[in-house]
């Protein structure tokens, strides 16, 4: 019986504004790499499929190309619409037919350690996670170690902080529990309404990862986090690129070929300096960065715990603090990013139009792909910047900015 690796890289990310405005959700980077890519080379590289599949929709050209170039030989199943987890489970499924199925989310972010348990997990069977927001995901209703139900996105108090990680695995017989689904509320087909039918007939397995190993990168700030856990556990330090003598490099680094550092600069790791990117002179590159192939951190810029996305552009007396700069953003001479608040509270952020505490004490901005900026420009914490927007020199970016907007404070 064959085993199936599935990758569901369909959904559009609505919530992960503005970066999915030019890119799809699953090539949003850990360390330079695309997760969907990730997902394939960790689960690949310590487990046995004899067929490797990945579910797309949104921008599925796109997918298939950045697949491609990371070198996975792998099937394309075109989910036709976004309609929902379990939808996208039974396209897989029925495309592939017979065999055991191990399913992956791609806009999750887990330690290389937990893909070596997947082979061990029997069907049905899932991975949980604990979390401080369980009102956000599939709670697991778990009794003398059985699943009992799943309640998806609970709006009342929650049965518990045990929640669905993203990882399942189903062989092909029980698919007509996923022939079975009705649209949620949401109207989609969820796969957790057809795990908690399950549950009443078999015994489902339940393998709990630690919290704290496991990102859902839902939301813009969420990007940041993983990256963070994935410095702290995976960077292998290396100085591959050209540093130059008078630089100084101090902790964890990794610096790809082709990279430049010039003179003068100091690099406080855990820090990733990808492929072709050109850092300095004269720069200050603190803990937590990660600076993406081609970009360019040019003099007395300091950045501190961001993302600068492909070839984004910080040249000169730019401050980049817990922020993401999108891909072929260019930031104007003295723009900074605030990332505390005056008030010393929590940064909240506009996702989908409601008001979301992030939790997060520092907190930047979140730039959209080719955003510019002129020269002095400011922008407070929790700010979006949609992508192809322009700032006006001088102005104080007090609010999001939507995509390809002209933000001219002067003309207020």
């Not at 397995?205 to 700030?221: F, N």
Request: charged share 20%; net charge neutral.
């Amino acid at each position: 019986m064959d085993k199936f690796l599935v990758v569901l890289a369909a959904g559009r990310g609505e919530r992960l504004v503005p970066f999915t405005e030019t890119r799809p959700k699953p090539l949003l980077p850990i360390l330079g790499e695309p997760m969907v890519c990730r997902h394939l080379r960790l689960a690949l590289s310590s487990g046995s499929y004899d067929r490797v599949v990945v579910v797309t929709s949104y921008m599925g050209d796109v997918i298939s190309k950045a697949v491609a170039s990371c070198g996975f030989n792998v099937e394309l199943v075109d989910q036709g619409g976004e309609l929902g987890t379990g939808h996208a489970i039974l396209k897989a499924m029925e495309y592939g037919g017979p065999g055991v199925y191990t399913i992956i989310y791609s806009d999750i972010y887990i330690p290389p350690e937990v893909y070596s348990i997947l082979g061990d997990l029997r069907s049905p069977g899932v991975l949980a996670t604990t979390t401080s927001r369980p009102w956000d995901y599939g709670v697991l209703v778990v009794e003398g170690g059985r699943l009992k139900s799943v309640v998806e996105k609970p709006s009342s108090t929650p049965p518990g902080n045990t929640v669905f990680a993203g990882i399942l695995k189903l062989s092909y017989d029980l698919i007509g529990y996923l022939h079975a689904l009705k649209p949620s509320p949401r109207g989609e087909l969820e796969v957790t309404d057809a795990i908690s039918g399950m549950a009443l007939e078999h015994d489902v397995e339940v393998k709990v990862i630690p919290e704290g190993s496991w990102v859902d990168v839902g939301r813009p700030w969420d990007l940041l986090v993983a990256n963070r856990i994935a410095l702290e556990r995976e960077l292998k330090p290396s100085i591959k690129g050209d540093v130059h003598s008078t630089s100084v490099i101090d902790g964890g680094v990794y610096v790809e070929e082709g990279a430049r550092v010039g003179a003068y600069t100091v690099i406080e790791g855990p820090v990733y300096i990808g492929r072709g990117a050109v850092i300095g002179p004269h720069v200050h590159i603190r803990p937590y960065t990660v600076v993406l192939e081609g970009a360019h951190v040019g003099a007395f810029t300091q950045v501190k715990a961001s993302i600068i996305l492909e070839h984004a552009k910080a040249p000169h007396l730019n401050y980049v603090g817990d922020s993401v700069v999108g891909e072929h953003a260019n930031l104007g001479a003295g723009t900074i990013t605030a990332n505390y608040r005056f008030d010393e509270a929590t940064v909240k952020v506009t996702v989908k139009g409601l008001r979301v505490d992030s939790g997060l004490r520092k907190l930047g901005a979140m730039i959209g792909g080719y955003v510019r900026t002129g020269i002095n420009v400011s922008i407070l914490p929790g700010v979006k910047i949609g992508s192809r927007a322009w700032i006006w020199p001088g102005c104080v970016v007090d609010r999001d900015v939507g995509p390809g907007e002209r933000f001219n404070c002067w003309a207020r």
